[in-house]
């Protein structure tokens, strides 16, 4: 008997079933009987005008961009969205350098599947700092309705979830996920899940999916353990069993053999863009130090505060360990007097009441007191006002002190400025970078890390001081200078003559040539030489060392000499050459 | 869909729903919605269902729809440099005034600012293939273009003569097919069949679009319908079945192809770690196995799936 509720599935051949749904006969067969209600033969004609126009022809032609009317991807983008949907078939490492829009390609290969009706239900995982960003970009640049989970129920009745792991795994949302299908699964920062022990990959690795995105800058490229891991949770098998990979790949954890068959597998499953050098998608860096001389009262002051410094290291017996920190103290006087006086409070409340460096500690602190104006601080603000009132500027500063201290002179000054800092919660973060955006000219911040912030529409960046780490200088530049940048970025290094930033400034700038360094060079060549201490710590121990300046020129030299030697030596390793494509927009 | 098409795709959805339209231009239109489209398209649910229990006056939304932004864009001010100071000659209306992105505290918790019903704002939008507010239309379409029953029109002359006509009904039904594996192509067919003969025709809804239909039913109209529902949709399905065979299944045989070497990888994987494992971790394991099984098959299993999209009866003049 014919019973209308049932669907039909039938062979068509010896390779697929052809399956009838009928929902449209019970419902025509009600109205039927009911005599209505009938639709408007206009809209059955739109409906199906509408959906003609969006029928997919093919199976192998990209769909999604004429669906993107705000976005122009860039060549290497769309050919990694189509190499994930039509060689890798949705499972995929993205393992683009920094800044080459990982996420773009994410949201191509996305909306494809969307629109071709294979993906619905999808589960995005990134770090909390990174969720608005997200949703933002799906939602603007891609038109992919995503939401920000933030309520139990949006779990399951949301389509297209964007969470933190954290919050994913943890009970009850844990119990939910797993309890789902997800046509999609995307996880940012996944080298997170390089080790297989932990509860991330495991939590993940659980997970119902069908298509699969694993996206990460790092692609653990250094220990080859690593990377079977992650591409285990993706296809398992790929690269064989444990024990088959190590004994067909590995010599050492970090050293492959059979790099060919290697680098075959490996290609299948992954894909790194490399920055090309000097290529166009990237605007230029101008790089300019602005000498300053402090005042007589702040020369004092570093004068003071040196030798200070100085002699506590001569009398801890010119140990360097447990004095390390009081460098500090010398890059805090070329920061500001609050940076300084600061450190100096906390370091007399710590110091014995009997101690002798109590009376020169207070000696310090009424040079301090000397001071009535920062030269530093007026240099910026000249810069600012030389720029116009319309360029944004963001200054970036080491010390929350100096942050403070910036805050209210430029305020006093009529300048809008906004600070940021890491210790602000991620609301108040966007929210700052929202009024930095349409309202004010100054941007104050003292963290540059956090993957959170980006601000492509400022290119006039201030280091009011230079971090040590050249990794964090690198951090700072990044956030102006990334991909949708549209002008040249301005880059100016406050430096004050005859200080310790003076020095630092021309290692970092001149000897090491940092600021034009190519982004992803940088971590691995401060790998290979802070095997043994950082760069921080050793420069530390030579302004701490050092009798004078021509010393501490020379120390400088050679790290000079041995950054641009190990730059040199460093190749890929050659396992991934292959897998890695230069950028030639 | 160009953008003269998506303007007429446009313009035809605000009349169908009776939207009142208050200003139109090349370049764009200016319109005050009606309550259907208002439901369709501004997502205020919960709005509606307030408007509803409390029989309050509903207001409706108004929105600028842009088709070319080009034009669209404000004419320069005239005779710049010595205007400056005067107020400008013709204020803009604050109204007009697109929402300012990205400043809302909204925004900052969800990441995007949904839209504000406000009422009596005008909100100008851009709309092209591809934007969220097309999509609307589109899906509203759909949904309130599924069953029809429309009979054919006599021509004028004929009409109150007191003739009666006999009509002939047909089913008409849009099918969607969908060709599916990891990736997926599709395919419409409109049929058409006969319900007094059986015959089957192609292209329905094209032959359908030149007659003159509407929904009244004549007076005098005589319905006879041979077959039943049943049978027709029976014979439908037959019919595209003997189509469907035609087309070409090599993307099901490589899809295959994929599905069984992706098995093969895992049974050696999960074979070797499986036997190598103690009896607790086993069970884990052995679920993950199956767990990836079923993946593989959900990706790849190569299958055809048919939906009508709309259907509906068509009494045509004999």
Known sequence: MFNPTTDIIRPINELVNVHFNRDWCVELAARSSRNGPWDQWELARLGVE???????????????????????????????????LYEMRGRAILADEVGLGKTIEAGLIL??????????????????????????????????????????????????????????????????????????????????????????????????KKYCLLLTATPVQNDLGELYNLITMLKPGQLGGQGQFQADYVVDKRVPKNEVLLQQELSKVMIRNRRSDGGIEFTRRHVRNIPLSLSAEEQALYQGVTDFVKGRYRDAGSDAGSML????????????????????????????????????????????????????????????????????????TEYRATQEYLMK?????????????????????????????????????????????????????INFDLPWNPMRVEQRIGRVHRLG??????????????????????????????????????????????????LESRLQKIILESQNDDEIREHLHSIGTAFHDTRSRIQPPPVFSEVEREVHP | MNQEQVKDFC???????????????????????????????????????????????????????????????????????TTQGRAPLVAPAPNDEPLKKGDSILERYFGI??????????????????????????????????????????????????????????????????????????????????????????????????????????????????????TAVQQLEAHLERVLAQADYAWALSARERMSEEVTRIHSYYGDLLTNLAAEQKEEMQAQYTRRQQEIEWQYQPRVEVHAMNCGWFHLLD
């Open chain 1, 325 to 396: 920190s009081m460098v500090t103290l010398q890059r805090e006087v070329c920061s500001s007097r609050d940076a300084v006086f600061l450190t100096l409070v906390n370091l007399f409340k710590k110091t014995p009441e009997d101690s002798p460096y109590r009376p020169q500690i207070w000696e310090l602190v009424n040079l301090i007191k000397q001071i009535t104006a920062n030269t530093k601080a007026e240099k910026a603000m000249e810069l600012i006002l030389s720029l116009g009132p319309k360029e944004k500027v963001i200054v970036f």
């Open chain 1, 50 to 84: 509408a959906m003609e126009s969006r029928l997919v022809h093919s199976f192998d032609q990209l769909q999604c961009l004429p669906h993107l009317p705000h976005l122009t991807p860039m060549p290497h983008q769309i050919d990694t969205a189509r190499r994930v």
């Open chain 2, 113 to 230: 600012t949904p839209m504000i019903p406000q009422q009596g704002r005008m909100i100008e939008e851009t709309i092209s293939f591809g934007s969220r507010r097309l999509d609307q239309m589109f899906a509203a379409a759909h949904a309130k273009g599924s069953y029809l029953q429309l009979f054919e029109e006599a021509p004028p002359v004929q009409r109150g003569s007191g003739i009666s006509h006999s009509y002939t009904t047909w089913l008409g039904v849009n099918f969607k097919v969908e060709f599916t594996c990891d990736m997926r192509r599709e395919e419409l067919h409109s049929l058409g069949i006969c319900m007094s003969t059986g015959e089957i025709v192609a292209n329905f809804q094209q032959l359908m679009c030149e007659r003159v239909l509407s929904p009244r039913m004549p007076a005098h109209c005589q319905l006879r319908d041979v077959i039943s529902l049943e």
């Open chain 1, 111 to 208: 909306k494809e599947y969307i629109i071709r009706g294979l993906v619905r239900k999808v589960l995005i995982l990134v770090p909390a700092s990174l969720v608005l960003q997200w949703v933002r970009e799906l939602n603007q640049k891609f038109g992919i309705q995503a939401t920000a989970q933030k309520k139990e129920y949006m779990w399951t009745q949301v389509d297209i979830v964007i969470a933190s792991m954290d919050t994913a795994k943890r009970d009850p949302h844990r119990s939910i996920v797993l309890s789902q299908e997800y046509d999609m699964l995307i996880i940012d920062e996944a080298h997170k899940l390089k080790n297989s022990k932990t509860s991330n990959y495991i939590f993940v690795n659980q997970i119902r």
């Open chain 1, 409 to 461: 002179f430029f305020k006093d000054h009529g300048l809008a400025a906004v600070s940021y800092r890491g210790g602000m919660n991620r609301g108040k973060k966007d929210w700052m970078m929202d009024i930095f955006r349409n309202r004010a000219q100054i941007m104050i911040a003292t963290e540059a890390g956090g993957e959170g912030i980006n601000l492509q529409f400022c290119h006039n960046m």
């Open chain 2, 11 to 81: 313009m035809r959805y605000l009349i169908a729903t009776d939207c009142h339209i208050l200003e139109k231009d090349p370049a764009y239109v200016k319109v005050k919605l009606s309550p259907e489209a208002d439901k369709d398209l501004t997502g205020r649910s919960y709005y509606w269902s307030f408007v509803e229990r409390t029989g309050a006056e509903p207001e409706t939304m108004s929105f600028i729809f842009v088709f070319d932004p080009e034009s669209r864009k404000p004419p320069e001010p005239q005779g710049r440099g």
């Open chain 1, 485 to 534: 940048q549209q002008s040249d970025v301005f880059i100016y290094n406050l430096c004050t003559l005859g200080t310790i930033e003076e020095h630092i400034v021309s290692l970092l700038h001149e000897k090491i040539n940092m600021f034009e360094l190519v982004i992803g060079d940088l971590d691995t060549i401060l790998e290979r030489m802070e095997e043994q201490s950082t």
